[in-house]
């Protein structure tokens, strides 16, 4: 009993009659399948349509929607040790890691995360407190370094970037330096008043520094969470009208110094504020910002759609959830590709990230002292002493995170190198299991107009009884697409908590 997570996916390769689906990627339950391709010997070929089946899915190709710009994580100074770590122990499990982790070659055995977010800074997961610009009163920042961050996150981004040259890198402070701040440190507080406009010259400067390590910036965040003070970790809080006034300065800097394409991007924290924050921050500044970001840790998803109804031209990106130490490998799966990796995108997110990348089996290293992840944070990819000191990608020591995100990656990365993004189509199940299965539908463009399009499905089939006895039942589905039908049987696992 198998199949949980899949993603099916065609190509035109001959005219309308002839579809086909060619490219199975299955993650199972039980995690027999891991990531696994199931390329069919004999494609699976859309037929003239028959009766529908209990669980029958709708493809509407001319409804098109955003564009998804990448799947990632965050690379915490933390996350960025732990992989560095493990290139002066096991050079080749690295690069393979990375490999497994980054690539974006079409059909490679391979999740091609394409999207990183970078702490400017300290963060919650680093050796020590922090900023790029530590000597106080220095508002003209010519005692500005990028190298106060550690040598190691840079050498890690470069190394992701020579294995995915696609890689989009979204860097944010968690807190100014602590000169500027209230409370004299990075840990909790607020800027103080009279550092405001002095401030985005340091954000620039971040910008300009990562550019000057070779990485160039695809967007940067005013403030994470503005709404969190915590006096054990980099926080600092901040109204829309200061996150806006700040995001106004900081538009024109970028601006004038030949980066009019990085992107502005606002709020940066739950759901459950969507109507309220990033609505505001749009109606003191929305002209400087390409769209706000939300965390998974307070609210349901569907609060996107409050922000989207008021500002459907602004980009939403979903930034941040953790995983934890010790829960349950396949309820986390149904978890993130219902409320994150399939949800996420159906309330219009264009990008989806977890947070950490890596770290250690017990949620490691962590800042000290911080209460921060507290019972233990699970990364996308976890380090297993237990295993010869290796990372790896395997369910039950490590993480459920990577294969989830394989899983939505893998539908939208571009078939050309090169080439353009998937993009979220239209999709509905219906029928009396309209309810087992959850589904994504995306089409991905070619650089050459004479070649066709790839169309995929991201499938979760939940059909495990999980809240009463067990019983996990295989979804036969019919796919119904351009007056054309299909059939795959979605099998579901045994039980094996
Ligand atoms: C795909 O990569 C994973 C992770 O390294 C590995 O465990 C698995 O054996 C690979 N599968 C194939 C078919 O190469
Ligand atoms: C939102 O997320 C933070 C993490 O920054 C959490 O500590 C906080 O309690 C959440 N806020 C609300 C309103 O629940
Ligand atoms: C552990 O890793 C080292 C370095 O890659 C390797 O030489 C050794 O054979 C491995 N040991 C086991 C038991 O896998």
């Known amino acids: 009993m198998r199949l949980c997570s899949l993603i099916l996916a065609w190509a035109l390769t001959r005219p309308v009659a002839s ?25 699976i070929n859309f037929v003239t349509p028959g009766p529908p089946a209990d669980a029958d899915i709708i493809v509407t190709e001319t409804t098109v929607y955003q564009t998804i710009n990448g799947f990632g994580g965050s690379l915490t100074d933390s996350s960025a040790l732990t992989l560095n770590n493990l290139k002066s122990t096991n050079w080749a499990n690295y690069w393979s890691i990375l490999g497994h982790v980054f690539s974006v070659a079409d059909g490679v055995n391979a999740s091609g995360l394409s999207y990183l977010r970078v702490p400017i800074g300290a963060s ?32 890690v981004i470069q190394d992701i970037l020579s294995i995915n040259p696609a890689l989009k890198v979204h860097i944010l402070p968690w807190s100014p330096p ?14 103080q008043s009279n550092y405001i406009s002095a401030y985005p010259t340091y954000l620039l400067k971040a910008v300009q520094g990562f550019v000057d390590q070779g990485i160039s910036i695809y967007a940067i965040s005013v403030q994470n969470e503005p709404e969190n003070s915590d006096s054990t970790y980099p926080t600092c809080t901040m109204t829309p009208a200061i996150e806006g006034q700040i995001g106004a300065a900081l538009r024109t800097l970028l601006n004038n110094n030949g980066l009019s394409s990085v992107k502005l991007v606002g709020y940066e924290h739950n759901w459950s504020d969507a109507a309220t924050y990033p609505v505001e921050l749009m109606e003191d500044d929305g002209s400087s910002y ?27 990106y979903f930034t941040e959830c953790t995983g934890t130490i010790g829960s349950d490998w396949w309820s ?32 490691e290293p962590t800042l000290p002292g911080t209460d921060s992840c507290s019972s233990g944070c699970r990364p996308i990819v976890t380090e297993c002493r237990s295993q010869n000191n290796s990372l790896h990608q395997e369910g039950t020591h490590c993480t459920s ?38 589904v994504g539908a995306y089409t991905t463009k070619r650089l050459s ?28 589905a019919t796919i119904e697409f351009r007056g054309m039908q299909a059939t795959y049987t979605f099998p579901v696992g045994m039980s094996h908590l």
């Open 401 to 438: 995170a990577v294969y989830a995100l394989a899983q939505a990656s893998k539908a939208i990365i571009p078939k050309d190198a090169g080439g353009p993004w998937g993009q979220r189509i239209e999709v509905a199940v219906e029928g009396s299991l309209d309810w087992a299965l959850i």
């Open 332 to 363: 986390d799966i149904k978890w993130y590709m219902d409320n994150l990796w399939i949800g996420a995108l159906q309330n219009f997110a264009e990008v989806g990230l977890m947070f950490n990348l890596a770290l250690d089996g017990n949620g």
């Open 290 to 316: 390409d769209g706000v970001a939300f965390h998974c840790y307070a609210g349901t998803v569907s609060e996107q759609l409050s922000f989207y109804d008021a500002y459907p031209n602004k980009n939403i």
């Open 178 to 191: 602590g000169w500027m701040k209230t409370t004299g440190t990075m840990n909790g507080g607020t800027i």
């Open 19 to 43: 579809q086909q689906i060619w490219d199975i990627w299955q993650t199972t339950w039980d995690r027999e399948e891991l990531f696994t391709s199931l390329a069919p010997s004999t494609p």
């Open 449 to 476: 107009s004479t070649d066709w399009n790839r169309y995929a499905l991201v499938v979760l089939n939940w059909d495990d009884s999980a809240s009463t006895v067990w019983n996990p039942v295989p979804v036969t």
């Open 124 to 155: 919650d997961f680093s050796a020590n407190l922090y900023s790029l610009d530590d000597v106080s009163g220095d508002t003209s920042f010519s005692k500005f370094n990028i190298n106060n961050a550690p040598s190691y996150l840079f050498s």
